[in-house]
C-alpha cells in the first residue's frame, strides 16, 4: 500500500511564473490536507479538501493560490506568479473519513 | 482558542536517558492529538496518538501522557538513541469531523552518545 505521494519533490520557479503541486492520497483515503513549512518552522495549515470540494481554506492565503481535488486524479496545489516568500516546503497528508493523517515527502519550492 | 503550545523548542539528551517533550492546547473541542516525528527533508511521520478517554498510551520506547483537566499532554521517548535525533511536532484537533491538524512549533531533540 503506496503512502502519500508528491511531485515534483524538488520544483524551481523564477519570479513570476506559476509552480503546482501534486498530491496523490493514500489508497482508500478522501480527505487531503495542504500544510507550507518555512525552513526551521512548524508547519502551517493551508487547505482542506475533500473530492471536488474545498471543505476548509482558512489558512489560504488571499491570492495567486488555488487548490483543487477533482473525482479522477490528485489534488493540486497551485501558486500563480511565485515571489520569492513562497519558497518553502509544501506537504501534502491524507486520511481517511476521521482517523490519522498521513503525510507525503513534500515538494521544495525554490523562487529564483 | 487554535493554539498549541510546545516546549521546549530544542532538547539534548545522553544515550539511554529518557526525552520528555511537552505541549499545552486551549481548545476544549480537540480531542484527538498526535505526535509527528521529521527528519531533516523528509515529510513528517506519525509517531503515536492518542484520544482523551485515555490518560496514557505507550508504543515501544514511546509513551504519550494525558491530562485532560490540565488541557497538557506529553511525549516520553525512553531509552532515547541517536537514532531519535530528529524535530517533533504534537498536534491537535478534532477527530470527528476529519478537520485540520493544528501543529506546535516542534522541538529539536539531539541525543549524544
Known amino acids: 500500500n503506496a503512502g502519500v505521494m508528491q511531485n515534483p519533490r524538488h520544483l524551481v520557479r523564477r519570479r513570476g511564473q506559476e509552480a503546482r503541486l501534486r498530491c496523490s492520497p493514500m489508497?482508500?483515503?478522501?480527505?487531503v490536507y495542504w500544510y507550507r513549512q518555512l525552513p526551521e518552522e512548524g508547519l502551517k495549515f493551508m487547505v482542506y479538501l475533500q473530492k471536488e470540494n474545498i471543505i476548509d481554506e482558512s489558512g489560504m492565503p488571499k491570492e495567486r493560490f488555488s487548490a483543487e481535488f477533482p473525482k479522477e486524479g490528485p489534488s493540486i496545489l497551485r501558486i500563480q506568479q511565485v515571489v520569492r516568500g513562497d519558497s518553502a516546503a509544501y506537504f501534502c497528508a491524507s486520511s481517511p473519513q476521521a482517523g490519522d493523517r498521513f503525510f507525503g515527502p513534500g515538494t521544495r519550492l525554490t523562487v529564483l | 482558542q487554535q493554539q498549541v503550545k510546545q516546549s521546549p523548542q530544542s532538547l539534548i539528551v545522553q544515550k539511554g536517558g529518557i526525552s520528555i517533550i511537552n505541549c499545552a492546547y486551549e481548545n476544549t473541542a480537540f480531542d484527538y492529538f498526535p505526535w509527528y516525528q521529521q527528519f531533516p527533508g523528509k515529510g513528517p511521520a506519525l509517531l503515536i496518538a492518542?484520544?482523551?478517554?485515555?490518560s496514557e498510551k505507550k508504543e515501544g520506547r514511546f509513551t504519550i501522557s494525558f491530562n485532560k483537566s490540565a488541557k497538557q499532554f506529553s511525549l516520553h521517548i525512553m531509552d532515547s538513541q541517536p537514532g531519535d535525533s530528529a524535530t517533533y511536532f504534537c498536534a491537535a484537533s478534532m477527530i470527528g469531523t476529519a478537520s485540520k491538524l493544528t501543529f506546535g512549533t516542534g522541538t529539536r531533540l539531539q541525543v549524544t552518545l
Open positions: 492518542i484520544r482523551p478517554d485515555v
Open positions: 489508497k482508500g483515503h478522501s480527505h
